[in-house]
């Protein structure tokens, strides 16, 4: 488990973040934000005050990062890409999250590395990993302007034999359910949104077609909403082109294995986050991930790979 519990004891009465500045070498901002998520404990109680004090014994909940051997498909001197695989999440989504790759990330180059963009727990492919603060502000910034170009594959249903450029408004449901409200939708109040598809295979024997996914805009989910929204949903998808209540216990984690590949007719999502092109630094660059996607594909709908 990457988050322990540390006992610590301050021999003095002193501000807790000071504490931690001194002992465990964080920033003074580090600090007080870890103190304000509740890392800090003091006779079991959750210190709440980012200017509290500490003296005697504390407890002190800390991320140690854990590698399970995951390394980078490309390095620089400010940021890595990782080609990350179908089912790791990200992110820890709480100090419960087992493994995330930002495990690999920290475990590597150090706590000041970070994940400067989000892909889906279950779409694979490139993700792009800050190696210091300063790189963290610059790629972010570079996400946010829309700077850095990303490029999708996936393999849809049904025989897409032209380009589409896919313009429909995204939004994200509003509902007491938090579990609910991840699902979006297309909705002429949503967010403007764009993707640009562009069919490379159609294989008959499955009636499916392999293309590349060119999002314009940034929204959640925005590729799978997109595509099925054109009546070619992704395969595997086990939200979009799904009834409502398989969904939600899909992502309430009440679905087996053997229903959801069922009711979907692959083990994942078959969509993979393929390429990425920036400038940093005045040095452009395009990094093209190197799984064989198809394979993965096929393999994903328990079929035999075609040669």
């Known amino acids: 488990m990457p988050f322990v519990v540390k006992k610590l004891h ?48 504390f ?60 892909i889906d727990q279950e779409t694979s492919g490139l993700v792009l990993a800050a190696r210091n603060k300063t790189s963290e502000r610059v790629l972010k910034m570079m996400f946010e ?11 849809v249903r049904g025989k897409l034999d032209h380009p589409i450029d896919i313009r429909e408004p995204l939004l994200r449901r509003e509902d007491q359910s938090s579990i609910v409200r991840m699902i979006v939708r297309v909705h002429p109040e949503g967010k403007p949104s764009r993707t640009f598809i562009t069919p490379l295979e159609y294989f008959p024997d499955i009636d499916a077609t392999l293309v590349e996914a060119s999002p314009l805009t940034g929204r959640q989910h925005q590729i799978r909403v997109h595509l099925f929204h054109v009546k070619h949903p992704i395969i595997g998808d086990p939200i979009y082109g799904q009834n409502e209540t398989d969904a939600v216990r899909f992502l309430d984690k009440e679905m087996g294995e053997e229903e959801r590949f069922k009711n979907t007719g692959a083990t994942r999502l078959l969509l993979h986050a393929y390429s990425l092109e920036f400038e940093y630094g005045s040095n452009p660059y395009r990094i093209v991930s190197r799984e064989d996607f198809v394979r993965e594909c096929f393999e994903a709908m328990k079929l035999t790979p075609p040669l």
């Open 59 to 118: 407890e002190f909940v800390c991320f140690e990062p854990l590698s399970k051997g995951l390394t980078p498909t490309f390095v620089a001197n400010d940021f890595a890409i990782y080609d990350k695989p179908s089912g790791l999440i990200v992110h820890p989504q709480n100090r419960y999250t087992p493994y995330s790759l930002n495990d690999e990330i920290k475990h590597r180059f150090g706590q000041d590395a970070n994940i400067t963009h989000r």
């Open 10 to 57: 301050a021999p003095t009465k002193q501000k807790a973040f000071l504490f931690l500045m001194k002992e465990l070498g964080y920033t003074q901002k580090e600090a007080q934000r870890l103190i304000a998520k509740g890392r800090v404990f003091v006779e079991g109680n959750v210190m709440d005050n980012q200017a509290g004090f500490v003296e005697g014994d």
């Open 145 to 155: 302007e829309r700077e850095i170009t990303k490029h999708y594959l996936a393999l």
